[in-house]
T-cell receptor
Framework: GAGVSQSPRYKVAKRGQDVALRCDPISGHVSLFWYQQALGQGPEFLTYFQNEAQLDKSGLPSDRFFAERPEGSVSTLKIQRTQQEDSAVYLC??????????FGEGSWLTVV | GDSVTQMEGPVTLSEEAFLTINCTYTATGYPSLFWYVQYPGEGLQLLLKATKADDKGSNKGFEATYRKETTSFHLEKGSVQVSDSAVYFCALMSSGGSNYKLTFGKGTLLTVNP
């Protein structure tokens, strides 16, 4: 597709359940990012990949959060043992070079 | 660390009114500055950007000028339309070692009434 694609768009998880969120970046984009957007807040950086290498994971809030991009294209953000405070929109973004970053529509996670 | 402070909303205007959304930043060095827009039910879209002092970014009638002396990047539009109703986010990208990471403000909800 033309843009960054994320799935699922909406996910309701029971507390303690594991979830996996998928991101398909724009074809050929080297850089991939994950952001977390809480209700009424701006997005906050979680992690950054350049090809398959995870160069920065400083924004991941706990060791329950894990991201991978094994072949340098599709990425998965996994959240283990979800908690209510994990409820947020998870945004994936990609970039070819420079500082123009393209965002997907987000995966809305609600933990009940 | 880097931070962005933008005008709290919500902002409600009538069609054809003048819009200003204030944004100031704190950063070391010379960051790049951005405005992103989020329409209802859609993802973040880049609206405009400026990469150095005194640069003016513009798109779809919106403008913002990078003012280093006041560390500001205020968004303006001379005549808003109902279709401009959205959440607007100011953001910066550091020029230092983390020159890939966007730092966002909290967003400003704009509603334009006919």
């Amino acid at each position: 597709g033309a843009g960054v694609s994320q799935s699922p768009r909406y996910k309701v998880a029971k507390r303690g359940q594991d979830v996996a969120l998928r991101c398909d970046p724009i074809s050929g984009h080297v850089s991939l990012f994950w952001y977390q957007q809480a209700l009424g807040q701006g997005p906050e950086f979680l992690t950054y990949f350049q090809n398959e290498a995870q160069l920065d994971k400083s924004g991941l809030p706990s060791d329950r959060f894990f991201a991978e991009r094994p072949e340098g294209s599709v990425s998965t953000l996994k959240i283990q043992r979800t908690q209510q405070e994990d409820s947020a929109v998870y945004l994936c973004a990609s970039s070819l070079s420079g500082n123009t970053i393209y965002f997907g529509e987000g995966s809305w996670l609600t933990v009940v | 660390g880097d931070s962005v402070t933008q005008m709290e909303g919500p902002v409600t205007l009538s069609e054809e009114a003048f819009l200003t959304i204030n944004c100031t930043y704190t950063a070391t060095g010379y960051p790049s500055l951005f405005w992103y827009v989020q329409y209802p039910g859609e993802g973040l879209q880049l609206l405009l950007k400026a990469t150095k002092a005194d640069d003016k970014g513009s798109n779809k009638g919106f403008e913002a000028t990078y003012r280093k002396e006041t560390t500001s990047f205020h968004l303006e539009k001379g005549s808003v339309q109902v279709s401009d109703s959205a959440v607007y986010f100011c953001a910066l990208m550091s020029s230092g070692g983390s020159n890939y990471k966007l730092t966002f403000g909290k967003g400003t909800l704009l509603t334009v009434n006919p």
